[in-house]
């Protein structure tokens, strides 16, 4: 069976001397795994189109549950990223989430528009990274079912004057009510994560935010998605290292 269907690889794997093993997310048939025979030969005409972080327009043959590469064009090569490790970096991370947090056969259209709509606003240089990650972040956890409960404080029912978030119950409180860890959000950063909770995809990164608000809108929006996932991503700790040696290097 032959399947035409758009897809962002997510993740690439050398196999034998010159095929590839690709995690795929695709706008169908969800999460899958396909093999991209002769995709390192130099001869090959779906190199491109089989790199990670390439979005192309695939046409995959199927048997027993298992994908075979038979055309591949390139759709979106995400130019910007490739010559930048910071990009890069930020950008596996973002593969990462979405490889961890996708379900194998399982459509998930909103999740594939926010992690191409990240890779391009990256590669584009549309935002600052810090801002891409955030939201990226947060708006993964809500697509995933661990939308934070954000209305008023979930103890006292007041709208917070100190607004953190729970990383516990996974729900807005005032710095003294309740128990549990906390991370701080204050007003600015809570009306960020309130706004990339409801806003729609195309407007995602339509908001502005202090410096530091921006701190902390990032460092909630990391620690929830660390905490409810229960695993650490090492393309996270990658891209810090290179941001901080980045940031090390402009100072002097």
């Keep these: 069976m032959f399947k035409t269907l758009n897809a962002l690889v997510l993740r690439e794997v050398r196999y034998k001397e010159a095929d590839r093993i690709l995690t795929l997310l695709t706008d169908t048939e969800g999460k899958i795994t396909a093999k991209a025979r002769g995709a390192l030969r130099k001869s090959s005409r779906t190199a491109a189109a089989t790199q990670q972080l390439t979005y192309a327009e695939m046409t995959l043959f199927g048997n027993r549950g298992r994908w075979t590469v038979n055309e591949a064009a390139v759709k979106e090569p995400f130019e910007g990223l490739r010559g930048d490790m910071e990009k890069l970096a930020l950008a596996a991370y973002i593969a990462e989430c979405a490889e961890a947090l996708s379900v194998e056969d399982q459509p998930e259209p909103e999740l594939m528009q ?128 290179i941001r901080n040696y980045t940031q090390m290097g402009d100072r002097k």
């Design 114 to 241: 926010l992690s191409l709509n990240c890779l391009y606003a990256l590669s584009r240089e549309l935002g600052a990274q810090e801002k891409i990650k955030a939201a990226f972040e947060a708006r993964l956890m809500c697509l995933s079912g661990y939308a934070p409960e954000l209305g008023a404080c979930a103890v006292c029912g007041r709208e917070p004057a100190e607004p953190v978030l729970n990383l516990d119950n996974g729900c807005l409180c005032c710095r003294s009510c309740g128990a549990g860890e906390k991370v701080e959000l204050g007003p600015e950063a809570l009306a960020a994560l309130r706004f990339l909770k409801a806003a729609p995809a195309k407007k995602l990164l339509s908001f502005n935010l202090s410096d530091d608000a921006l701190l902390k809108l990032g460092g909630a929006s990391e620690r929830y998605l660390l905490r409810r996932t229960e695993r650490g991503f090492s393309t996270l700790e990658y891209w810090k290292q």
